[in-house]
């Protein structure tokens, strides 16, 4: 059976885009391929985080893609702090990705220009190789992500095949996939630039727990344009263009078949704000039900994490044994053999 591994960032609340562009697809991948998902906090460290708040988030987004339908009896749902073998398999993909190879993405180009003068970690640096480990830990097949992550689904692909040359096969080679149905959601003020959980409570980001008011007058408010043309164009009419994405996505439509029987922005903007209200209302009623008993969500991710550990522990030291690293308990004479 094919192998799904994806992973999200306990960073912000989650988003419209979120769950559109990328969490309905993993709700759907795990009734057709062995799903393994995981909360990466360790990759939310790369910038300093607020101790108390990144447990919080952490939690939160858990039981958001429980609330999205993530069913852990079908798939594997986890924290990947609680999986050490990640951290550990990420030293040896650092080790066997080249300086040169993590200069050129443009992830950590773009991030830290961005930060200018300003502390960049050297994680910020590194983490493609944590992420290397994340996807090769489970022997995965398939990672769906968005554009942002195709080169560094990339990068994995290269330093696992890199160690399998140079130390025996040991690990599957990925591929990334990107979902052809669905959005890749703008800002609602700015439809130009993806919506992002860093432009959290933004008029332009519709947050997951969003009251339907709230929605109603981000999407009253979202830019269009000055003609009033209802078409599907992404280049000509962005705004009105990521409305008709929205609704087709929230109706399981394409953008075109959305646009169908409007003439004026402002029953667009209404109808759309209406079938993300419809769309998002029993996510959030499921939320709720599932904050009112936090231990089950800790079980949960405990049992999710045992899962998990059982395919990583036996891959990671199969790549420390094929790299020679001495195992603990080993025989004198296995020592001596190898020599
Ligand atoms: P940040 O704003 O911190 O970069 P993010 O909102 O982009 O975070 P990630 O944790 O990087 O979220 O991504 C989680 C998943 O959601 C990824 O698969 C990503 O491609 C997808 N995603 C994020 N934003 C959008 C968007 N606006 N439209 C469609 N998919 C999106
Ligand atoms: N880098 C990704 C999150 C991420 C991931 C992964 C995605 C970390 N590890 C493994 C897929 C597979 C991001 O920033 N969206």
């Not at 095949?161 to 669905?182: C, H, L, M, Q």
């Not at 332009?204 to 599907?232: C, H, Q």
């Not at 994490?305 to 059982?310: N, Q, S």
Request: some cysteine; aromatic content about 6%.
């Amino acid at each position: 059976m094919t192998r799904v591994f994806s992973g999200i960032k306990p960073t912000g609340n989650v988003h419209l885009g979120n769950v559109l562009g990328a969490l309905v697809h993993w709700v759907d991948d795990q009734h057709r391929a062995d799903s393994i998902y995981c909360v990466v906090d360790l990759h939310a460290l790369t910038v300093q985080q607020d101790p108390a708040e990144l447990r919080q988030t952490t939690f939160r987004l858990a039981q958001a893609l429980l609330a999205i339908g993530l069913d852990p009896s079908v798939c594997t749902l986890f924290v990947q702090s609680h999986v050490h073998e990640h951290a550990e398999l990420a030293w040896l993909m650092e080790c066997t990705a080249s300086h040169g190879e993590l200069s050129r993405m443009t992830q950590f180009k773009d991030k830290s220009t961005k930060a200018g003068q300003g502390f960049v970690s050297g994680g910020l640096f590194t983490y493609p190789a944590l992420m290397a480990a994340d996807i090769l830990l489970y022997d995965t097949n398939q990672v769906p992500v968005g554009d942002d992550q195709r080169q560094h689904v990339e990068l994995t692909r290269d330093v696992a095949e890199r160690f399998n040359s140079r130390y025996g096969p040991t690990f599957v080679i990925p591929e990334a996939t990107f979902p052809t149905t669905g959005a890749r959601v703008m800002d609602l003020q700015d439809p130009t630039s993806k919506m992002s959980k860093s432009q959290d409570h933004a008029p332009g980001t519709i947050l997951l727990l969003d009251e339907p008011k709230t929605i109603e007058k981000k999407f009253k408010r979202a830019v269009t344009d000055t003609e009033s043309e209802v078409r599907f164009d992404l280049a000509a009419k962005p705004g009105v263009s990521n409305l008709l994405s929205i609704l087709g996505a929230a109706t399981g439509r394409t953008p075109e078949q959305a646009a169908v029987g409007y003439t004026q922005y402002g029953p667009l903007k209404a109808d759309t704000a209406a079938a993300v209200i419809e769309r998002l209302a029993p996510i959030q009623a499921r939320y709720a039900e599932l904050g009112r008993d936090p231990s089950e969500l800790t079980r949960t991710l405990a049992a999710g994490a045992a899962k998990a550990t059982e395919i990583a522990a036996p891959t990671l030291a199969r790549a420390q044994a094929n790299i020679g690293l001495l195992p603990p308990n080993s025989s004198t004479s296995v020592v001596v053999g190898v020599l």
